[in-house]
């Protein structure tokens, strides 16, 4: 059977006279938010009951990592990390990237001091890590009504980022639309984008979400070149169906973006059958120009 392995070209190195060899091109994964099958998976007793085959399944369509969406207190999906990475590996699954997030307290947003809540973050990274998570990624927070605030927030992402670094995880965060909302004539996207150390916060674009807000994402990618480490491929339901999101303008300028890894996320079902929606959503990019130009067969 066919996996789908994403291959980024990476710029090649020219064969020298000394002997040089051209560099390898970048291996790459197409992953699934694992939001997306919530109804099967999305607690503990559905985790139980479904996920050796939900796994099974996202495989045999060509997929090779997922991204988590249901941690809490030390577990994925009700089960230590430990099992939850060989769930997946039984798959032939990675586990490539987590959603998992923290708000500050009122008294640590007006005192800017978050001591408390990194200490929540000490249990969830090396949960991650033992997971084998590459990425942890914030999926939203409560937005302050002050730029001062927001502020905090942004030197918040920077503390976490430097921990994960500390655990070799890349820590990043994902938008909804109302990032692209402003807060005392500031877009919130563009504050935090410009507010965070590129050294320890990425975004994940959510390239959908993006487009709701009324903001093109291929102008942020030029805007902001080499913060979007991650991108959420994704459409109102099935990749593709809408027509109201650009894919080609955006793997066009993936390199532009920064993108390392994407992540395919579903809303709902148009036929209401999970497995031919998301076998839907993998058929389209087997497709596209972007990925006929970099499948590796």
């Excluded at 020298?16 to 939001?35: F, H, R, S």
């Excluded at 402003?182 to 994940?204: H, S």
């Excluded at 805007?223 to 480490?229: A, D, E, N």
């Excluded at 999970?274 to 990019?285: H, Q, T």
Aim: proline content about 3%; overall charge negative; hydrophobic content about 35%.
């Amino acid at each position: 059977m066919k996996r789908i392995s994403i291959i980024i070209l990476s710029a090649l190195t020219v064969l020298t006279a000394c002997g040089q060899k051209a560099q390898e091109p970048v291996k790459k994964e197409i992953g699934l938010q694992l939001y997306s099958i919530r109804s099967v998976i999305g607690n503990p007793e559905l985790y139980a009951a479904n996920h050796e085959e939900a796994f099974k399944a996202l495989a045999e369509m060509g997929y090779t990592a997922v991204e988590a969406a249901s941690y809490n207190d030390g577990k994925l999906y009700g089960v230590d990390p430990e099992q939850y990475k060989a769930d997946l590996e039984a798959a032939g699954l990675k586990s490539l990237s987590s959603h998992i997030g923290h708000n500050l307290s009122p008294e640590e947003l007006a005192s800017g001091n978050f001591e408390e809540s990194m200490k929540w973050w000490d249990q969830a990274i090396a949960a991650h890590k033992a997971a084998g998570c590459k990425y942890i990624v914030t999926p939203s927070f409560r937005i302050p009504e002050t730029l001062e605030g927001l502020k905090t927030y942004c030197d918040y992402f920077n503390e976490i980022g430097k921990k994960c670094a500390e655990n070799g995880i890349l820590y990043g965060y994902h938008n909804h639309s109302h990032e692209f909302n402003k807060i005392e004539d500031k877009v919130i996207y563009d504050f935090m984008l410009e507010n965070t150390d590129p050294k320890y916060v990425f975004f994940e674009m959510d390239v959908y979400w993006a487009c709701m807000g009324r903001a093109y994402p291929v102008e942020y990618f030029r805007k902001y070149p080499g913060r979007f480490t991650m991108l959420h491929i994704k459409d109102h339901l099935e990749l593709g169906e809408s027509g109201m999101v650009g894919f080609d303008a955006i793997f066009n300028n993936a390199d532009v973006a920064g993108m390392k890894d994407f992540i395919v996320e579903l809303e709902g079902y148009t036929n209401g059958d999970w497995k031919e929606s998301i076998k839907m959503c993998a058929d389209y990019l087997l497709k596209s120009d972007f990925v006929k130009k970099s499948y590796n067969e």
